[in-house]
């Protein structure tokens, strides 16, 4: 493990490198060791892990996951100052950190895990592409042991949402149909550097053995889209952009017709998609 108090102070690496964060890259750091120490800890054991980490800036949360028994730390990290930066960081793990310099968007996360080691994501993610981050993990959830997620608090409460609640949707549907998914605690702004304009929480998803209900993800992509695409209307109107016969495929399903998309279950979604794909078929 890394000894983190022989490391020099995390401001001043960030003062020797101009490390000012940037507003385009969604950067806001977290120097707060006593809050990347119980991040990591929040990830669970992490003996023998790989351990992939998103946009690591100065390195706060790099150096709590290396002070674990993870075997390995995997940074993607798009910004080549804090690259420079973590440089120092790299020679001093004894080849536990592995630095990519590159868009966390159009990197395969699942490709970065080793046969044999369990996987798993620890990040605190830039607010400007967190979703997309987020599905494409979904769409390659098996690779994965766990991962443990800071979000925008309005997007872990659309993760966690609950049928019936205006924070339920699409990113709802789809997280909780391939995981479990538990919010942990909030992070008040003040916490960040500079500090942003909304609340941030910590949020762990934990795959399913097998998907909630049988579906495929495209599918299910399509349908939740459009049924939260107009989600004050009736099932009956806000899926006629599916094409087709539209009360047909809402019988097939056994779905209530006047129901709205934030009162159907993921069960329910799920059925809506298997009877547009059965229509596909037929």
């Avoid at 150096?63 to 973590?86: F, G, K, N, P, Q």
């Avoid at 459009?226 to 097939?252: E, H, N, P, V, Y």
């Amino acid at each position: 493990m890394l000894d983190l108090d022989a490391l020099p102070p995390l401001r001043e690496v960030i003062a020797r490198h101009g490390l000012a964060a940037r507003h385009s890259l969604g950067q806001h750091f977290l120097l707060d060791r006593n809050l990347t120490d119980r991040i990591a800890r929040a990830a669970g054991p992490l003996a023998g892990a790989t351990v992939i980490e998103i946009g690591p800036g100065p390195g706060g949360l790099t150096r709590s996951l290396l002070a674990t028994e993870a075997a390995r730390v995997i940074a993607v990290e798009r910004d080549a100052r804090c690259i420079a930066a973590l440089g120092e960081l790299e020679a001093a793990a004894g080849g536990r950190l592995t630095l990519i310099e590159g868009d966390a968007l159009e990197t395969d996360g699942a490709a970065l895990c080793e046969a044999g080691a369990p996987c798993v994501i620890v990040a605190n993610l830039p607010y400007n592409i967190a979703t997309p981050l987020l599905v494409g993990w979904l769409r390659r959830i098996g690779a994965f042991a766990s991962l443990t997620l800071m979000f925008q608090k309005e997007v872990a409460d659309r993760i966690t949402a609950e049928p019936g609640g205006k924070a339920y949707g699409r990113l709802s549907v789809l997280t909780q149909w391939l995981t479990r998914p538990r919010r942990l605690f909030t992070v008040p702004a003040r916490a960040f550097v500079p500090p942003p304009k909304v609340e941030s929480a910590v949020v762990r998803l934990e795959p399913r053995a097998e998907p909630l209900a049988p579906a495929r993800i495209e599918t299910l992509e399509r349908v939740t889209a459009a049924a939260f695409g107009q989600r004050r209307k009736m099932l009956r109107q806000s899926l006629k952009t599916l094409g087709g016969d539209t009360a047909a495929l809402i019988a097939a399903a056994c779905v209530t017709p006047t129901a709205r998309a934030e009162t159907l279950t993921v069960e329910e979604f799920c059925a809506l998609a298997r009877a547009l794909d059965a229509r596909g078929a037929g």
